[in-house]
Each structure stands twice: as C-alpha cells, then as structure tokens.
Nanobody, 125 residues
Framework: QVQLVESGGGLVQAGGSLRLSCAAS????????MGWFRQAPGKEREFVAG????????KYVDSVKGRFTISRDNAKNTVYLQMNILKPEDTAVYSC??????????????????WGQGTQVTVSA
C-alpha cells in the first residue's frame, strides 16, 4: 500500500510560480508511474501531468505545456510539479496519484490507484 501526501499549494498572483510536492510512503514508490490531476469547483477531475517510474518520459495536458514540469526523486520517494506562469484558470485542488500500469502514462482518473488528499492552488488575477 502507498500513502501520498501533497504540499506546496497556496495563493499566488497570476504570472507567479509554485512547486508542489507529493511525498509517498512505501518501498514500491519507484515502481509506479505517477500523475498529477486537478479539480476545480463544479468541474471534473482533469489530468495535468504524468511521469514514468524512471522519469524517462513525461506527458502534459495541452493547457500546461511549456509552463508546468513534472519530475521525481525516487531516492526521496517524491514527485514534484513545478508550475510557472500561473493563470487564474489553474485554480484547483491538485492531487497526485499512482498509476495502475507502467506500460503507459494514463490520463484518466480510473487508470490510477492510490491518491493523495490534495492541495489547494489559488491564482488571483
């Protein structure tokens, strides 16, 4: 079993930056592909970024390409999401999750197993 705890959210002005962290417990963290999702009020959960177990490949939703970067440190059991040039539409609760498969980076929530509680990101105009 894996437990995930996100941190790093907060309130930031448009154009600013935040770095989210997702700390995982459990010895098998390095064997999982990982993903970041977000959910804004009244909207469905949306895939933001994903990374393979070894960090060799990443995937992003089009709206964050060039602004967000996902990375991981398996020695620290942590995955990160560096968010730059933030926009008000990035406001949401951001959650990390472990993928159910290491063959591809899934983009749908049901392809992920363990989830963290999420961290709020609010971008003011």
């Amino acid at each position: 079993q894996v437990q995930l705890v996100e941190s790093g959210g907060g309130l930031v002005q448009a154009g600013g930056s935040l770095r989210l962290s997702c700390a995982a417990s459990g010895r098998t963290f390095s064997s999982y592909n990982m993903g970041w999702f977000r959910q804004a009020p009244g909207k469905e959960r949306e895939f933001v970024a994903g990374i393979t177990w070894n960090g060799a490949a990443t995937k992003y939703v089009d709206s964050v390409k060039g602004r967000f970067t996902i990375s991981r440190d398996n020695a620290k059991n942590t995955v990160y999401l560096q968010m730059n040039i933030l926009k008000p539409e990035d406001t949401a609760v951001y959650s990390c999750a472990t993928s159910g498969s290491n063959w591809y980076i899934g983009v749908r929530p049901h392809e992920y197993g363990y989830w963290g509680q999420g961290t709020q990101v609010t971008v003011s105009a």
